[in-house]
Antibody
Framework: EVQLVESGGGLVQPGRSLRLSCTAS????????MSWVRQAPGKGLEWVGF??????????EYAASVKGRFTISRDDSKSIAYLQMNSLKTEDTAVYYC???????????????WGQGTMVTVSS | VIWMTQSPSLLSASTGDRVTISCRMS??????LAWYQQKPGKAPELLIY???TLQSGVPSRFSGSGSGTDFTLTISCLQSEDFATYYC?????????FGQGTKVEIK
């Protein structure tokens, strides 16, 4: 079964750091680009960032709201994608979803597989 | 940044109705548009990509149309399991953006 499982969420104080993990199974992880999408309580979806597959250099793209604070990386040997979140703000409070990119090309595309999400609460 | 206007934000309908949801872009995006369905407490699910291509396993009562700046999601015959929130998403250029969402509720 194709599956993504996020972990690492929790309660963290403003200004601190947190790292989320996304463990993939059921497909060849290294062949796919991945994204993180978040959803604040009661709000809509917000794209956070994207990492290309190693075939396209493993390069990244970020939303302006997190650029310079968040970093996406991947370990294809472990089938894990990471979201390193630094200098967290209260407005980063959200459910964070890991997603698989459908397109398989450099520019990315729609998200065909989603994890169940992990909640991050930033509060003092 | 490409801005998206999704409408309506709330749609009241009955089982068996035909419903349409609109997504308008601030600039042309060719056909780089996806639609997702989200039920309460669950992750979104992909319904349609490339504006009109039905994702595998999605019922044929869902369809998408449009290109450029104006797009539509149609549910031809609303079923009880279709009451949910729907989002459009553009992947034409970074930053990728989502519409504000349309909640389809029981009339």
């Amino acid at each position: 079964e194709v599956q993504l499982v996020e972990s690492g969420g929790g309660l963290v104080q403003p200004g601190r750091s947190l790292r989320l993990s996304c463990t993939a199974s059921g497909f060849t992880f290294g062949d796919y680009a991945m994204s993180w999408v978040r959803q604040a309580p009661g709000k809509g979806l917000e794209w956070v960032g994207f990492i290309r597959s190693k075939a396209y250099g493993g390069t990244t793209e970020y939303a302006a709201s997190v650029k310079g604070r968040f970093t996406i990386s991947r370990d294809d040997s472990k089938s894990i994608a990471y979201l390193q979140m630094n200098s967290l703000k209260t407005e980063d409070t959200a459910v964070y979803y890991c997603t698989r990119d459908l397109s398989g090309n450099y520019d990315g595309g729609a998200f065909d597989i989603w994890g169940q999400g992990t909640m991050v609460t930033v509060s003092s | 940044v490409i801005w998206m206007t999704q409408s309506p934000s709330l749609l009241s309908a009955s089982t068996g109705d035909r419903v349409t949801i609109s997504c308008r872009m601030s600039q042309g995006i060719s056909s780089y548009l996806a639609w997702y369905q989200q039920k309460p407490g669950k992750a979104p699910e992909l319904l349609i990509y490339a504006a009109s291509t039905l994702q595998s396993g999605v019922p044929s009562r869902f369809s998408g149309s449009g290109s450029g700046t104006d797009f539509t999601l149609t549910i031809s015959c609303l079923q009880s399991e279709d009451f949910a929130t729907y989002y459009c998403q553009q992947y034409y250029s970074f930053p990728w953006t989502f519409g504000q969402g349309t909640k389809v509720e029981i009339k």
